[in-house]
């Protein structure tokens, strides 16, 4: 096996390539630091590479398991973070000049976790500044998407995405407050995890809105999600939107899928150019021939972008705020975004509270129609990657990756709901599209499920990406 094979396996694969000591700690986790000093000048993804402490780990899990203490899949399986969690003694940024010399003496409840699974951690990833969206990154100003070098890997978790595809880790972890997992997994062709609200802590992850932010993995497949989202989920005193019930069991096998039922958005699909239509019609026939039995559902209609924005601007006002006291924000490479926090933080608290009101019915009513059904599918995005652009460029006529067309990924973040994306093919130029699969909130399991049902039939997430211009 070449070491770009190897680097391509799954999460699961690699487990099994470690336990039966086909392949150890080290020999992988040099396999990836070699790919990754080869390919960063071209795909331009990590803000830091970790290598020395990589190494250390890799050696660590590689005496534990030659000694018959294996913690578990993802003992000795390299994986690179979203520079917005925290590292003890390695610097965490945020995307930001802002923070380019911050080094946390503590870590993320998830990458403790991370630790104690005995997983490596190869290096922090690039993203968009803040988590805020789009292009906006001043530490790395054009991260590249894999599969053609001058589109762009969306955001923000434009790392993760990115170095996932490119098999630069066997994983990553970004974080989602309106579509930043969602989106780069449906870019760059791989499988992302959204999950239910409460279900990972966010304690050590850089927050941008705190009542919509959560964290969770990108991988190859939708199985490996189910691996690492076992790991990373459970309660923590330390974040107080951690739910109890928070822990979660994965189940590899998807079970029978004769009856159960799939509720397809189908004004989204209605949207999509001609030109990708036959994808996203394919997808729907492999999960049909599944088993699954799809119907139609229309979501309610409801100011769900307003509401959304409304929201996430206030509460990134409210948190930024000392950096605009200090006059620091004006190192941030948005201006209008910068407006934008600066005009919500100063809004009447009544405009927020009405938000809250009208979230609270979205609630309600996801609850309804998500109970109905196993999951509810949608594209991710109707179309492939666009290009790279700076910073405030303004939407292109007939853009449709935004908000009143993407409905089931906005009332999904406004309502909690896990979802995860994986790839259903291609557009003309070669672009990955995405399926976007979502349940009721706390049933993760459902969604992995037809993910997995989806990647048994198909081999979307076995592609390989050319790295041309």
């Known amino acids: 096996m070449t070491n770009e094979d190897l680097c391509y396996q799954t999460v699961g694969e690699l487990s099994a390539l470690i336990a039966s000591r086909q392949v150890s700690p080290v020999e992988l986790t040099r396999a990836y630091l070699e790919r990754t000093e080869a390919l960063n000048p071209t795909v331009s993804v990590v803000i830091t590479l970790t290598r020395d402490h990589a190494l250390r780990q890799a050696a660590a899990a590689e005496r534990e398991i030659q000694l018959g203490r294996r913690r578990g899949p993802l003992h000795g399986i390299p994986y690179a973070v979203k520079d917005l969690y925290d590292t003890q003694g390695i610097r965490t940024t945020g995307g930001s000049t802002i923070y380019r010399d911050r080094v946390p003496d503590r870590d993320a409840t998830a990458i403790e976790r991370l630790n104690e699974a005995g997983a490596v951690l190869l290096a922090k990833l690039a993203m968009s500044e803040f988590a805020s969206g789009g292009n906006n990154n001043n530490l790395i100003p054009h991260p590249r998407n894999p599969w053609k070098l001058d589109r762009s ?45 409460g279900r990972v802590s966010r304690y050590g992850v850089m927050a941008l809105a705190w009542s919509l932010d959560k964290a969770g993995p990108l991988a190859r497949s939708a199985a490996d999600l189910g691996l690492v989202l076992e790991v990373i989920a459970g309660h923590d005193p330390r974040d107080r939107t951690s ?74 006002g409210t948190n930024f705020k000392p950096l605009f006291n200090d006059g620091r924000i004006i190192q941030f490479s948005s201006a209008s975004r910068r407006a934008d926090w600066m005009a919500a933080s100063m809004m009447p608290a009544s405009d927020y509270l009405t938000a809250l009101r009208i979230r609270a019915l979205l609630k309600r009513e996801a609850d309804e129609v998500t109970a109905r059904y196993a999951a509810l599918i949608a594209p991710t995005s109707p179309t492939g990657s666009g290009p790279i652009e700076p910073p405030d460029t303004p939407p292109r ?23 995860i994306s994986i790839p259903c093919g291609f557009d003309g130029e070669g672009m990955p599209l995405g399926l976007h699969i979502a349940a009721r909130a706390w049933d993760d399991q459902s969604v992995l499920d037809v993910g997995m049902v989806f990647q048994r039939e198909t081999d979307f997430h076995r592609r390989r990406p050319s790295f041309r211009p």
């Not at 595809?165 to 870019?187: K, Q, R, V």
């Not at 036959?278 to 999960?287: E, G, Q, S, T, Y």
């Open 153 to 197: 890997p969306a955001g923000s978790s434009s790392g993760s995405g990115a170095a996932t595809a490119a098999a630069l880790a066997g994983f990553t972890l970004g974080s989602e407050t309106g579509g930043s997992i969602m989106g780069p997994s449906g870019a760059n062709g791989v499988s992302g995890m959204r999950p239910t609200y």
């Open 243 to 316: 739910r109890p019930n928070a822990a979660f069991t994965f189940r590899s096998d998807p079970g029978p899928v004769a009856s159960r039922r799939l509720g397809v958005v189908r004004a989204e699909f209605e949207a999509v150019p001609e030109a990708n239509r036959a994808v996203f019609a394919n997808a729907l026939a492999v999960l049909r021939r599944a088993g699954f039995v799809l119907e139609d559902v229309v979501l309610p209609d409801r100011p769900y972008g307003e509401v959304y924005t409304l929201i996430s601007n206030t509460e990134a």
């Open 397 to 419: 006529a007939g853009d449709l990756s935004d908000r009143s067309v993407r409905r089931l990924n906005t009332l999904g973040n406004l309502t909690g709901l896990p979802a």
